[in-house]
């Protein structure tokens, strides 16, 4: 099994070299209140330079439409990541992917987990270091692209795919060396960790 990587959070030119070095497929700069957020001037300049292979994604939690509009404007990413009930008051075009984010709470009824496209699922709250409940993820990535996010490291990821074999994973905080700083070392861990998780668990 091939595992989707995306690393999140990224907000120097070191640490997208360090992503786009170490294999990640898409890249995630956050625009939501965070130590991690960036404006959009300076996410376009931090991947201005990267492969278009690499997907740039737009990381947002109930962005305002101005917000939005800015951020699409300048960045012009390949993808929106914000909470599933965000896009109906967004005007998304066409050519930029939808990645919706469901969070792991009482509230969500898992029947209405979009499985058409790839959803993030993850804890309560966005980069925090909190675990999803992986054998709830289990069960939603059945038969849909389940991104898991929450709580990665490069210590547990390969646990996590073994148990939950997501579509894909997303890291920020599990490769910080402080909150919001990214540290290369873990970075590259991460991504080892990943990659030998997919070896094992080939089929």
Not at 36 to 43: C, E
Request: contains cysteine; glycine residues 8%; hydrophobic residues 45%.
């Amino acid at each position: 099994m091939r595992v989707f990587v995306k690393i999140c959070g990224l907000s120097t030119p070191r640490a997208v070299t360090a992503a786009v070095n170490a294999g990640a497929d898409a890249i995630g700069f956050v625009f939501a209140e965070s130590p991690r957020q960036v404006t959009p001037k300076r996410a376009r300049e931090l991947c201005a330079a990267v492969s278009p292979v690499i997907i740039r994604v737009a990381v947002m939690r109930h962005p305002p439409v101005a917000d939005w509009r800015a951020v699409a404007q300048e960045l012009e990413p390949d993808w929106l990541q914000t909470d599933a009930e965000d896009f109906a008051g967004l005007d998304v075009a066409d050519h930029i992917g939808r990645l919706p984010v469901y969070r792991d709470t009482p509230a969500l009824d898992d029947a209405n987990v979009a499985a058409d496209s790839p959803v993030l699922f993850e804890a309560a709250g966005s980069g925090e270091g909190a675990r999803a409940n992986w054998q709830r993820a289990a069960l939603l990535a059945s038969g849909r692209q389940l991104i898991l996010a929450g709580g990665l490291t490069p210590d547990n990821v390969g646990e996590a795919i073994a148990t939950v074999r997501p579509w894909g994973v997303d890291v920020s905080s599990g490769v910080e060396s402080k909150r919001g700083v990214k540290d290369v070392g873990r970075i590259a861990a991460f991504m080892q960790a990943v990659r030998e998780a997919e070896q094992i668990h080939a089929d």
